[in-house]
């Protein structure tokens, strides 16, 4: 049953750290996506990659976040620094072209 | 800017009674709308979808309507079992399918109580 993983499934860590989240999409999708999920502002688009391609990043803060995959089997989300608002649950999505995203069980990140 | 919403934050159905629940979309170039499933820790789960060319399509135990003319989405549930129990989230693509990407509802807490 493929699905996507992610790691860390939760990270807690002080403001001004460095956060990294790593993503492996389901084997032969070619379109990856990053969420946040919040109470206040439920899932919220961060960016998407297609073909490993960034398509999309205007949801992300550009002076504290980057994604990137450095090759098909993985996307990265980073934080540097990190600050006590990017508290959140972080999903990472793929799909293939258009199709509907597959979800993976997403990293609670608690800053403090 | 646009965005999708949805009519009820919470339901609270009866076990073996069947579920409804709605969503209004604005963005009228949309023409792709999933319906997710999001239980407690976990990451959201597809349930069905449905493109602009159909106003209804169904699955096992549930059925999605579209509604174009007034922009609105809604999935019913057949008998909703305990199981069911879940935040749901309609999302739309909105920019007519060009790239895939979706934009989420803010989800109906759906409690069933047996």
Known sequence: DARVTQTPRHKVTEMGQEVTMRCQPILGHNTVFWYRQTMMQGLELLAYFRNRAPLDDSGMPKDRFSAEMPDATLATLKIQPSEPRDSAVYFCASGLNRGRPYFGPGTRLTVL | GESVGLHLPTL??????????????????????????????????????????????????????????????????????????????????????SQGNLIFGKGTKLSVKP
């Open chain 2, 12 to 97: 609270s159905v009866q076990e073996g009674d069947n579920s409804i629940i709605n969503c209004a979309y604005s963005n009228s170039a949309s023409d792709y709308f999933i319906w997710y499933k999001q239980e407690s820790g976990k990451g959201p789960q597809f349930i069905i979808d449905i493109r602009s060319n159909m106003d209804k399509r169904q699955g096992q135990r549930v059925t999605v309507l579209l509604n174009k003319t007034v922009k609105h989405l809604s999935l019913q549930i057949a008998a909703t079992q305990p199981g069911d129990s879940a935040v749901y989230f309609c999302a739309e693509n909105p920019d007519g399918g």
